[in-house]
C-alpha cells in the first residue's frame, strides 16, 4: 500500500523556527537576564508593546528577567513644560533638587507604571520598584571630570552599594521586577539620579546574571564610525576597554556598563538595536544574533552560534 502524500503545511517554518531555538532555551533556562530599557523603544508605542511581549516570553520559556530603565526623554519632556532647563555634561544630566523631584516623579510615577501595565497586561507578573526601595541601590555623589575640571552635577549618583535581596525575592516568586534608576544616599540623605545603564550593569553583576542586554537606537557597536557602519559583533573586555576613549559619548556609559558586568560575574553582555521590534528574541533565541556581544577575557570563543 502506497503511503499517503504528506500534506504541506504552510505552519512548518514556525515549527523551524521553534526547534531553532530549543538549544538557547536549554541553555538559558532558569538564568537570569538583566535589560536595559531605552532609546526609541520607550517611546514608540508599537516597540513598547513587543518589548513586553519579548519579556513576558522570556519569563514563560523558563527565563528570569530583570527589567531597568531610566527615561530621558520623558524626563525632559517634563521639565520642558515646568520651564526648567535641560543641562547636560560628560553625558549626564545636571539635576538640580528641582529636577531630582521630576526625575523621581517621572521615573516612579510614570515611566514604570507604564511599563508594569503593559508587562501585566499577560498576567499577574511584573511589579514596580526603585533603587531607593528596601536600600536596593546606595549611591554617594557624582562629579563629572571635563577637561581635567572637576564639574558638579547636582544630585547625580555613583553607585556605592547594591542590595539585591528584594530583586531577588521577586524572581524567586515568579514575578517580573522593574527596576527605576533612582538611589538612596549613603552620606547626605538626598536621593540621587542615576545613569540608567551604569544602574543595569550593577544589578546585574550583583545579581550573578547570565546576561545583561542594553537596548540602545543604533545596531550596536560600529568599527569605525562615521566612516563605516560595520558592527563589532563580539569582543572581549580589553578589546572593549581600548576602544572606550574614541566613542561618542552616548555609547560610553552603556559599553562602560558592559564592560563592568562581565568583569563583576556575568557572562555576556550585549547591546541592541531597540527599534528592532523583538531583538530580544533574536538575540536570545537565534543563531544568528544582532548587536554587539562583549565577552569576559578568558573566555573569547563561545558556542557555535553564539559567536554571531
Known amino acids: 500500500m502506497s503511503q499517503p502524500t504528506a500534506r504541506k503545511h504552510t505552519a512548518l517554518p514556525k515549527a523551524r523556527t521553534l526547534i531553532e531555538a530549543l538549544p538557547w532555551l536549554t541553555r538559558h533556562h532558569g538564568k537570569t537576564v538583566v535589560i536595559k530599557f531605552g532609546?526609541?523603544?520607550?517611546?514608540?508605542?508599537e516597540l513598547k508593546a513587543a518589548f513586553a511581549q519579548?519579556?513576558?516570553?522570556?519569563?514563560?520559556?523558563?527565563?528570569?528577567?530583570?527589567?531597568?530603565?531610566?527615561?530621558?526623554?520623558?524626563?525632559?519632556?517634563?521639565?520642558?513644560?515646568?520651564?526648567?532647563?535641560s543641562e547636560f555634561k560628560a553625558g549626564l544630566r545636571v539635576t538640580s533638587p528641582e529636577a531630582m523631584d521630576v526625575v523621581r516623579m517621572v521615573?516612579?510615577?510614570?515611566?514604570q507604571r507604564e511599563l508594569v501595565g503593559l508587562l501585566n497586561q499577560h498576567g499577574p507578573l511584573a511589579v514596580g520598584l526603585t533603587g531607593e526601595d528596601a536600600h536596593t541601590m546606595t549611591a554617594t555623589k557624582r562629579w563629572a571630570d571635563i577637561d581635567g575640571a572637576r564639574v558638579d552635577l547636582g544630585r547625580v549618583g555613583e553607585i556605592t552599594e547594591v542590595d539585591p535581596g528584594a530583586v531577588q525575592?521577586?524572581?524567586?516568586?515568579?514575578?517580573?521586577?522593574?527596576?527605576?534608576?533612582?538611589?538612596?544616599?549613603?552620606?547626605?540623605?538626598?536621593?540621587?539620579?542615576?545613569?540608567?545603564?551604569?544602574?543595569?550593569?550593577?544589578?546585574?553583576?550583583?545579581?550573578n546574571a547570565e546576561t545583561l542586554m542594553v537596548l540602545t537606537d543604533v545596531e550596536g557597536l560600529y568599527a569605525d564610525w562615521p566612516n563605516s557602519d560595520e558592527v563589532i559583533?563580539?569582543?572581549?573586555?580589553?578589546?572593549?576597554?581600548?576602544?572606550?576613549?574614541?566613542?561618542?559619548?552616548?555609547?560610553?556609559?552603556?559599553?562602560?556598563?558592559?564592560?563592568?558586568?562581565?568583569?563583576?560575574g556575568v557572562t555576556t553582555a550585549r547591546v541592541l538595536d531597540g527599534r528592532?521590534?523583538?531583538?530580544?528574541?533574536?538575540?536570545?533565541?537565534?543563531?544568528?544574533?544582532?548587536?554587539?556581544?562583549v565577552l569576559p577575557d578568558q573566555d573569547t570563543t563561545t558556542d557555535e552560534g553564539e559567536d554571531q
Open 233 to 264: 559583533s563580539q569582543l572581549t573586555a580589553s578589546e572593549l576597554e581600548k576602544l572606550l576613549p574614541e566613542l561618542a559619548s552616548g555609547m560610553v556609559p552603556k559599553m562602560e556598563g558592559c564592560l563592568h558586568a562581565v568583569r563583576n
Open 39 to 45: 532609546g526609541n523603544a520607550m517611546v514608540d508605542e
Open 169 to 207: 525575592a521577586l524572581l524567586d516568586n515568579g514575578r517580573i521586577p522593574v527596576v527605576s534608576s533612582i538611589a538612596r544616599s549613603a552620606d547626605d540623605g538626598h536621593v540621587y539620579n542615576i545613569n540608567a545603564d551604569t544602574a543595569a550593569a550593577a544589578l546585574a553583576a550583583a545579581l
Open 107 to 111: 521615573l516612579a510615577g510614570q515611566v
Open 276 to 293: 528592532v521590534q523583538h531583538s530580544i528574541l533574536l538575540e536570545i533565541f537565534t543563531d544568528e544574533g544582532i548587536g554587539t556581544m
Open 54 to 85: 519579548d519579556v513576558v516570553f522570556l519569563r514563560h520559556a523558563g527565563l528570569r528577567p530583570v527589567v531597568v530603565h531610566g527615561g530621558g526623554p520623558q524626563i525632559s519632556a517634563h521639565l520642558d513644560r515646568l520651564g526648567l532647563v
